[in-house]
């Protein structure tokens, strides 16, 4: 090839390249491997991890242990959705964009809404999304410019997310209070009235699902933006934010499709009514017609985005998580609504029987007892949460959350998590665990 | 046409689940919060969802369906090995909430990357944690911005970027916070150099430039550039979607670059995905680790009490938070998926990693060289020129078929249409936009030569093709020329049900 071009050597393609900023040599990396090598290295350093599957586990707080049926890592694997690049040719990429525009509708029909993307990063990058939208769509009639209230359970890692995406834009986050109980104190949510947004979960980051939440459109009115962020599986018993007045929804799809990866790559849910449409972030599949008149897919509003808007675009995400979205579209597929009800039933079942079982320790507390709750819930221990964590670990339990990591005055409570891969002996033996190990403790800590 | 919402079989039966564990009787979901009616969600059975979606796959191309020129994409191949690793237990069913002590070849593996980007890039440390291209630059700025704040620059509010750069470049910066000053390029693409010291001043936060730029063109004034910014005290940013050109040859590093982002799915053979996932780590140079989003990996010696496993005879791997890190742009520790695959793409190469780039260049080099000679051949030479007339390019070029637009009324998104028809995904059209009906090609290493002389040819076949065929093309793909305009104006976002 070279001598076709009349060159001698591969260093003449390279010429321009001023001497100056030339590397010489190898580069100092370790030698090639064969694919044979590189399968063995791999086996051994990702085998010495502990996959949760290996190990009775209660961690969540936020990401879930769901099952992902077989025929959706079969199909992931088309190479035709696997190998290729965001749909900007239609003519032949029909495949992906029926599919982003029924993932899509699929995502409407689950939070009640009328528009969906076709999915960002992940949940913390959509609810900080949300709130930037929020601010471009409702700042003109807001008496408090530029402010956006999110709930004050927000993890700190979610929340510096947030903080990221918004201290550009000028945006004042201010912090709604929750009572004691877990609940949204609905004072503070007065004093909102007037700003470009609210962000609140449901459930909330403890696991409650706070039924004051219906209530809240009516409160803090119509130019005010009701975000909430969801489990989506949740949805499957749990009214739909869309028909209790929110006006954006947003989530971690992850249950729904995907495993957990160690966090990535996820897919964020985003959601919202026809009002933030013009503003909201993201690509959108939409259904047209070709040159004969036939139905055809395309992307459509791309002047939102940066490759046409360049600086003023909604926002500057271009790579989104489409494949996993489309992972999360076979899932809801083959789910159906009853489907869906039966895996949310099946959470919350677990949840519930470990809730049951768990208080009739009488050595530690659940803060939320009278609540209802999806995914997890706080223990209260009698001594300190890490304490707790390692003993369960020396026990082969992976035990849950140590929520001093997120608030840290409670230096005593931990998350623990269940998901429809929970079994009723698991729960037992957490329970056995729990029992044994807060019976030798005196009490530390004040409750 | 078949759309999912047409399949309505018997509840249940796309998959079997287990009854819940506990009755459902004991589940207290209060009143005002029980959902009244379900998703108008399709049901389909296991054979029906497998249907539809390799019927949707057949309307879709990818790598894997043929020859992927996309300019500024690096559309290479996706290995398979990628795959099977990236299913592995010990990647897939790992919550990033487990203690370090339980992931210990996990961090092995992101320890080896970070070190290992950092070396192709001459960056003092890496972060893994964004996870795109686009969030890579937004991270990269806000760790620019938060130097400044440190340093008491509150001034520097300004970010120039040349009219050639990548939509995300002057988005990201503006998502951060920033003012965009655009400076024109050179008629050959090249940064323009007056240009660019007219506008630098004080008020400077920081250049975003790509090497080899948009055009495919190796900038050679590039440190010249990097001093002029350097010298009023602005960073340096280099958007790494064209790394693939240059890996092993130069570095962003030496040419004088601050900071750089990697597209994994770019140059380390993530596979696209329709659009994602990708994943973007950044580069730093010493002076900005301390800003970098937290954590990141860093290993020390073992100690004993270590609880030792097969990825870590020597060392203990953990998370380190930096001390004025910027906070986290996403929630866990970035697409830690795409990580390992790129982990497994860069295993196959090791130090060889330069010949990654070498071919990639020669096949764009020689897939030019071809187009221009069969063209010169057939006497359509005319009817096109370079982007930007330039001895050698390095992994891409661009066409500009203004004159064929003239003479015969046929632009560049015709020729890509009738591309579409011969079996091959078109090129980047109408980008960069200072090239007039621009065209932007890029081969990829992992093409052979016969596939880069059958696109040849038939490149220039088609340029020859008859205007008429060509504005009605494509006619053999699943569906011909999508009205884009009505889809603007008849938005149909979702599934219309009819109640």
Same mark, same amino acid.
């Given at each position: 090839?070279?001598?076709?071009?009349?060159?001698?050597?591969?260093?003449?393609?390279?010429? !321009?390249?001023?001497?100056?900023?030339?590397?010489?040599?190898? @580069?100092?990396?370790?030698?090639?491997?064969?694919?044979?090598?590189?399968?063995?290295?791999?086996?051994?350093?990702?085998?010495?991890?502990?996959?949760?599957?290996?190990?009775?586990?209660?961690?969540?707080?936020?990401?879930?242990?769901?099952?992902?049926?077989?025929?959706?890592?079969?199909?992931?694997?088309?190479?035709?959705?696997?190998?290729?690049?965001?749909?900007?040719?239609?003519? #032949?990429?029909?495949?992906?964009?029926?599919?982003?525009?029924?993932? *899509?509708?699929?995502?409407?029909?689950?939070?009640?809404?009328?528009? &969906?993307?076709?999915?960002?990063? !992940?949940? &913390?990058?959509?609810?900080?999304?949300?709130?930037?939208?929020?601010?471009?769509?409702?700042?003109?009639?807001?008496?408090?410019?530029?402010?956006?209230?999110?709930?004050?359970? #927000?993890?700190?890692?979610?929340?510096?997310?947030?903080?990221?995406?918004?201290?550009?834009?000028?945006?004042?986050?201010?912090?709604?209070?929750?009572?004691?109980?877990?609940?949204?104190?609905?004072?503070?949510?007065?004093?909102?009235?007037?700003?470009?947004?609210?962000?609140?979960?449901?459930?909330?980051?403890?696991?409650?699902?706070?039924?004051?939440?219906?209530?809240?459109?009516?409160?803090?009115?119509?130019?005010?933006?009701?975000?909430?962020?969801?489990?989506?599986?949740?949805?499957?018993?749990?009214?739909?934010?869309?028909?209790?007045?929110? !006006?954006?929804?947003?989530?971690?799809?992850?249950?729904?499709?995907?495993?957990?990866?160690?966090?990535?790559?996820?897919?964020?849910?985003? &959601?919202?009514?026809?009002?933030?449409?013009?503003?909201?972030?993201?690509?959108?599949?939409?259904? &047209?017609?070709?040159?004969?008149?036939?139905?055809?897919?395309?992307?459509?509003?791309?002047?939102?985005? *940066?490759?046409?808007?360049?600086?003023?675009?909604?926002?500057?995400?271009?790579?989104?998580?489409?494949?996993?979205?489309?992972?999360?579209?076979?899932?809801?597929?083959?789910?159906?609504?009853?489907?869906?009800?039966?895996?949310?039933?099946?959470?919350? =079942?677990?949840?519930?029987?470990?809730?049951?079982?768990?208080?009739?320790?009488?050595?530690?507390?659940?803060?939320?007892?009278?609540?209802?709750?999806?995914?997890?819930?706080?223990?209260?221990?009698?001594?300190?949460?890490?304490?707790?964590?390692?003993?369960?670990?020396?026990?082969? @339990?992976?035990?849950?959350?140590?929520?001093? *990591?997120?608030?840290?005055?409670?230096?005593?409570?931990?998350?623990?998590?269940?998901?429809?891969?929970?079994? =009723?002996?698991?729960?037992?033996?957490?329970?056995?665990?729990? =029992?044994?190990?807060?019976?030798?403790?005196?009490?530390?800590?004040?409750? | 046409?078949?759309?999912?919402?047409?399949?309505?079989?018997?509840?249940?039966?796309?998959?079997?689940?287990?009854?819940?564990?506990?009755?459902?009787?004991?589940?207290?979901?209060?009143?005002?919060?029980?959902?009244?009616?379900?998703?108008?969600?399709?049901?389909?059975?296991?054979?029906?969802?497998?249907?539809?979606?390799?019927?949707?796959?057949?309307?879709? $191309?990818?790598?894997?369906?043929?020859?992927?020129?996309?300019?500024?994409?690096?559309?290479?191949?996706?290995?398979?090995?990628?795959?099977?690793?990236?299913?592995?237990?010990?990647?897939?069913?790992?919550?990033?909430?487990?203690?370090?002590?339980?992931?210990?070849?996990?961090?092995?593996? $992101?320890?080896?990357?970070?070190?290992?980007?950092?070396?192709?890039?001459?960056?003092?440390?890496?972060?893994?944690?964004? /996870?795109?291209?686009?969030?890579?630059? $937004?991270?990269?700025?806000?760790?620019?911005?938060?130097?400044?704040?440190?340093?008491?620059?509150?001034?520097?509010?300004?970010?120039?970027?040349?009219?050639?750069?990548?939509?995300?470049?002057?988005?990201?910066?503006?998502?951060?916070?920033?003012?965009?000053?655009?400076?024109?390029?050179?008629?050959?693409?090249?940064?323009?150099?007056?240009?660019?010291?007219?506008? /630098?001043?004080?008020?400077?936060?920081?250049?975003?430039?790509?090497?080899?730029?948009?055009?495919?063109?190796?900038?050679?004034?590039?440190?010249?550039?990097?001093?002029?910014?350097?010298?009023?005290?602005?960073?340096?940013?280099?958007?790494?979607?064209?790394?693939?050109?240059?890996?092993?040859?130069?570095?962003?590093?030496?040419?004088?670059?601050?900071?750089?982002?990697?597209?994994?799915?770019?140059?380390?053979?993530?596979?696209?995905?329709?659009?994602?996932?990708?994943?973007?780590?950044?580069?730093?140079?010493?002076?900005?680790?301390?800003?970098?989003?937290?954590?990141?990996?860093?290993?020390?010696?073992?100690?004993?009490?270590?609880?030792?496993?097969?990825?870590?005879?020597?060392?203990?791997?953990?998370?380190?938070?930096?001390?004025?890190?910027?906070?986290?742009?996403?929630?866990?520790?970035?697409?830690?998926?795409?990580?390992?695959?790129?982990?497994? $793409?860069?295993?196959?190469?090791?130090?060889?990693?330069?010949?990654?780039?070498?071919?990639?260049?020669?096949?764009?080099?020689?897939?030019?060289?071809?187009?221009?000679?069969?063209?010169?051949?057939?006497?359509?030479?005319?009817?096109?020129?370079?982007?930007?007339?330039?001895?050698?390019?390095?992994?891409?070029?661009?066409?500009?078929?203004?004159?064929?637009?003239?003479?015969?009324?046929?632009?560049?998104?015709?020729?890509?249409?009738?591309?579409?028809?011969?079996?091959?995904?078109?090129?980047?059209?109408?980008?960069?936009?200072? /090239?007039?009906?621009?065209?932007?090609?890029?081969?990829?290493?992992?093409?052979?030569?016969?596939?880069?002389?059958?696109?040849?040819?038939?490149?220039?076949?088609?340029?020859?093709?008859?205007?008429?065929?060509?504005?009605?093309?494509?006619?053999?793909?699943?569906?011909?020329?999508?009205?884009?305009?009505?889809?603007?104006?008849?938005?149909?976002?979702?599934?219309?049900?009819?109640?």
């Amino acid at each position: 090839m070279l001598e076709a071009m009349g060159l001698s050597s591969i260093d003449d393609l390279f010429a !321009d390249v001023p001497e100056s900023v030339r590397l010489q040599g190898d @580069l100092p990396l370790r030698g090639p491997q064969s694919e044979e090598e590189i399968i063995s290295d791999a086996r051994m350093l990702l085998g010495s991890n502990v996959a949760l599957g290996e190990r009775v586990n209660f961690l969540g707080a936020g990401l879930n242990r769901n099952y992902v049926p077989a025929s959706v890592f079969q199909m992931i694997n088309r190479g035709e959705f696997l190998t290729a690049y965001t749909p900007y040719q239609p003519e #032949v990429s029909q495949g992906i964009l029926q599919a982003m525009w029924e993932f *899509q509708t699929l995502i409407c029909q689950l939070v009640g809404l009328e528009v &969906s993307n076709l999915s960002l990063y !992940d949940g &913390s990058t959509a609810a900080a999304e949300a709130i930037t939208c929020a601010v471009r769509v409702n700042n003109r009639k807001a008496s408090q410019k530029n402010t956006v209230y999110i709930s004050q359970l #927000v993890p700190p890692d979610r929340l510096s997310v947030i903080q990221n995406y918004s201290q550009g834009a000028d945006i004042t986050i201010k912090l709604l209070s929750h009572n004691l109980d877990g609940t949204l104190n609905l004072e503070s949510l007065s004093e909102a009235a007037g700003s470009c947004g609210i962000y609140i979960e449901q459930p909330n980051p403890l696991g409650i699902l706070d039924s004051g939440l219906t209530g809240i459109k009516e409160v803090i009115g119509p130019n005010t933006a009701f975000i909430v962020g969801v489990a989506p599986t949740s949805l499957g018993l749990v009214e739909a934010p869309g028909n209790y007045g929110a !006006d954006i929804v947003v989530g971690e799809g992850q249950a729904l499709g995907s495993p957990i990866t160690y966090g990535g790559p996820l897919y964020g849910i985003f &959601s919202c009514t026809k009002a933030y449409l013009r503003q909201m972030p993201g690509r959108l599949a939409g259904r &047209s017609v070709d040159v004969d008149g036939k139905e055809a897919f395309c992307l459509t509003l791309s002047t939102r985005e *940066q490759h046409i808007r360049r600086h003023r675009a909604t926002s500057n995400i271009c790579t989104n998580q489409t494949l996993i979205a489309l992972m999360g579209a076979m899932h809801m597929s083959l789910l159906g609504p009853e489907g869906l009800q039966l895996l949310a039933q099946r959470n919350m =079942a677990a949840c519930q029987m470990a809730k049951d079982k768990l208080g009739q320790i009488p050595t530690i507390g659940i803060p939320h007892l009278s609540f209802c709750h999806y995914n997890e819930f706080v223990v209260e221990l009698p001594g300190f949460a890490a304490d707790c964590l390692d003993y369960l670990d020396s026990q082969g @339990l992976v035990g849950g959350f140590d929520l001093s *990591q997120w608030y840290p005055e409670r230096k005593n409570w931990i998350l623990v998590s269940f998901s429809d891969q929970t079994q =009723a002996a698991e729960i037992e033996l957490l329970a056995a665990h729990l =029992a044994v190990w807060s019976t030798s403790k005196k009490p530390e800590l004040n409750a | 046409m078949s759309y999912m919402f047409e399949h309505n079989g018997a509840p249940g039966k796309g998959y079997s689940q287990p009854a819940p564990i506990y009755p459902t009787e004991k589940l207290n979901i209060p009143q005002g919060l029980v959902r009244k009616n379900l998703p108008k969600w399709p049901r389909l059975s296991e054979p029906e969802m497998v249907r539809h979606f390799t019927w949707m796959s057949t309307r879709n $191309f990818g790598i894997d369906t043929g020859f992927y020129p996309l300019g500024s994409c690096t559309m290479k191949h996706n290995p398979r090995i990628n795959e099977v690793i990236a299913q592995l237990p010990g990647i897939a069913d790992i919550h990033p909430l487990q203690p370090e002590h339980q992931i210990q070849g996990l961090l092995a593996i $992101f320890h080896e990357m970070q070190e290992m980007l950092g070396v192709c890039a001459g960056m003092d440390a890496v972060t893994l944690q964004p /996870v795109a291209g686009a969030q890579g630059e $937004f991270t990269a700025i806000r760790c620019f911005q938060e130097y400044f704040k440190l340093r008491g620059e509150h001034q520097r509010t300004k970010v120039i970027v040349p009219d050639s750069a990548h939509g995300t470049n002057p988005a990201s910066a503006t998502m951060a916070g920033f003012e965009i000053i655009e400076i024109p390029s050179q008629s050959d693409g090249r940064i323009d150099i007056e240009a660019l010291r007219a506008v /630098v001043g004080e008020d400077t936060a920081a250049m975003m430039i790509t090497n080899p730029n948009t055009l495919g063109v190796f900038e050679p004034d590039i440190t010249e550039a990097a001093e002029i910014v350097h010298q009023v005290g602005g960073q340096m940013y280099y958007d790494g979607a064209n790394f693939n050109a240059i890996l092993g040859r130069t570095s962003p590093g030496l040419m004088g670059f601050d900071a750089v982002h990697y597209n994994l799915h770019k140059t380390f053979s993530q596979p696209h995905g329709g659009g994602g996932p990708g994943s973007g780590p950044i580069g730093v140079k010493s002076h900005l680790a301390e800003f970098l989003p937290g954590p990141v990996v860093r290993r020390r010696p073992v100690l004993s009490g270590d609880k030792l496993t097969n990825a870590n005879h020597d060392w203990w791997f953990h998370w380190y938070e930096p001390v004025n890190s910027i906070g986290k742009v996403q929630q866990w520790h970035g697409n830690s998926g795409a990580v390992i695959r790129s982990w497994a $793409f860069y295993r196959r190469y090791g130090n060889g990693l330069k010949t990654m780039s070498e071919h990639a260049v020669l096949n764009a080099n020689y897939l030019r060289h071809r187009i221009f000679e069969l063209a010169k051949e057939k006497g359509v030479d005319h009817l096109f020129c370079d982007g930007a007339p330039t001895d050698v390019v390095k992994h891409e070029f661009t066409l500009s078929l203004a004159a064929l637009k003239k003479e015969r009324g046929v632009g560049a998104m015709d020729i890509a249409k009738g591309l579409l028809d011969r079996g091959y995904m078109a090129p980047t059209v109408y980008f960069p936009l200072i /090239v007039p009906e621009c065209m932007m090609i890029e081969p990829t290493e992992t093409e052979s030569k016969e596939v880069l002389d059958d696109f040849a040819e038939c490149f220039v076949d088609i340029l020859n093709e008859d205007p008429e065929v060509l504005v009605n093309a494509p006619i053999t793909t699943p569906v011909r020329r999508v009205d884009e305009v009505y889809a603007a104006r008849n938005l149909c976002l979702s599934h219309p049900f009819e109640d």
